[in-house]
């Protein structure tokens, strides 16, 4: 099993578009990719992903080899690639057509591209299944969590990546991230067309990054922010659909009309975002209680979100969701991602009684929002493997994880707080980079 985070962006959204710095972190909502292999006999591959209501089987005898393996079209493990080949998305493209729905087709696609790029004809038939704690469609990076997941998964099957272990060296710890990342790029660009690199980014390596993208024919700066803190988190889902095109244009719009204004605002943003890297790249930056440090991070994200709305992107429902919050003084609240709808983060102020939280959650969810307590900065890609559980060393097998409920199902089962960490828990190659070492992808 292989698990991937989700991520938020925390300062920046919209300015970056401008040519502004950001920074986008890990959230504890996770992804989750369990592998089975079947016996010899069958030849057939899988995909069971029901949160998205996708169930779909190839025979493996049967897909594109042929074409995949031509000189020039071939790309192995070690290779970076920027850019899809069109004709073997053409491809594809037959064997996930008769699949209803987009977002299906969109998984598929990733996945049967990685899969011809990364397997081999010659491997085991197996079932990939896929459950994910990250809600879809809301701007948390869902489906760059589940390419992490896929590129991981069948690298290790193939036998071009090594399980973290204690000892790895720092070069080679980085190197096997990078392949990692490289590959669920590639997945993204399936999905997406023209991804930022930045989800994936986040999702691989976990912590935070630091990014900026000042010329669009180029991959983005990113910068990752190795000692960014796990801070305590409430994030809020709206359930408000937005197109974040739609979001993009408000924006616009307002520099064409207010030229001056607005980029004195995006500036703004970008002070903002300076800011709090300095903040958190300061030694003796402290989340604990009355902590100063906390304190600024929290004004930047409030100060953040009233820009935003300034900017018109916000929403009568992510107002309200502030309103709710605010009133109980918990935290700094702020919109994440486009706008519009989607969802809202609140850093959390230490010490947070649980009565309050459970009235504040009976308040939002009277009102149709959907509240997850988490955490921000937190693991990136780690893999479970055997997957067991208990001391008895008991297979979590295919019926138990699909059959697990809702979140805190598949959390109690496979989460790293129910199974934890080391020899027999989830590894994560991250927590062997040294720390005089710096993770820089671009």
Request: with cysteine; hydrophobic share 40%.
């Amino acid at each position: 099993m292989v698990s991937a985070p989700g991520k938020v962006i925390v300062y920046g959204e919209h300015a970056v578009v401008y040519g502004k710095a950001a920074i986008a972190a890990a959230l504890s909502l996770r992804s989750y990719l369990l592998v089975t292999p079947l016996p010899k006999t069958s030849r057939t591959l899988t995909l069971n992903f029901p949160d998205i209501g996708l169930n779909h089987s190839w025979d493996i005898d049967s897909l594109p080899w042929t074409m995949f393996s031509k000189p020039g079209k071939k790309r192995y493990y070690f290779d970076t690639v920027e850019r899809l080949d069109k004709e073997l998305l053409e491809a594809v493209k037959p064997l996930v057509a008769v699949i209803p729905g987009k977002v299906q087709q969109g998984a598929a696609s990733a996945f049967l591209y990685l899969y011809l790029m990364l397997g081999s004809k010659h491997a085991p038939a197996s079932i990939y299944a896929l459950r994910s704690t990250i809600p879809i469609g809301a701007g948390l990076g869902s489906s760059a969590s589940i390419s992490v997941c896929l590129s991981t998964a069948l690298q290790l099957q193939m036998g071009t990546l090594a399980t973290p272990f204690e000892g790895m060296l720092s070069n080679e710890t980085q190197l096997q991230l990078k392949r990692i990342n490289n590959w669920s790029f590639v997945g993204e660009m399936c999905i997406h067309g023209n991804p930022s690199g930045v989800d994936n980014t986040v999702a691989t390596g976990g912590r935070a990054v630091l990014f900026k993208r000042t010329d669009y024919s180029l991959p983005p700066e990113v910068i990752h922010l190795r000692n960014f803190p796990e801070l305590p988190l409430l994030l809020v889902n709206t359930k408000q659909p937005r197109r974040t095109a739609e979001q993009l244009a408000i924006v616009r719009n307002m520099l064409n009309a207010h030229p001056e204004i607005t980029q004195s605002m995006l500036d703004t943003i970008d002070r903002i975002t300076a800011e709090a890297h300095d903040v958190i790249s300061d030694p003796d930056f402290t989340s604990f209680a009355e902590s100063p440090s906390l304190a600024r991070l929290g004004e930047l994200i409030r100060i953040n979100h009233g820009l935003l709305v300034s900017l018109g992107v916000s929403h009568p429902k992510l107002e309200r969701i502030r309103e709710l919050i605010d009133h109980t003084g918990i935290g700094w609240t702020k919109l994440t991602g486009a706008g519009g709808g989607g969802c809202s983060i609140t850093l959390l102020k230490p010490k947070v009684k649980a009565n309050i939280l459970e009235e504040l959650d009976s308040k939002l969810r009277m009102e149709g929002f959907e509240k997850y307590q988490t955490t921000l900065g937190g693991d990136g890609v780690g893999v479970l493997w055997p997957a067991t559980v208990g001391d008895a060393e008991t297979e979590i097998t295919q019926e138990m994880f699909l059959e697990a409920e809702g979140v805190e199902g598949v959390e109690a089962l496979a989460g790293v707080g129910a199974i934890g960490k080391g020899i027999r828990g989830w590894r994560f190659w991250r927590e062997w980079v040294a720390e005089s070492s710096d993770f820089c992808l671009h």
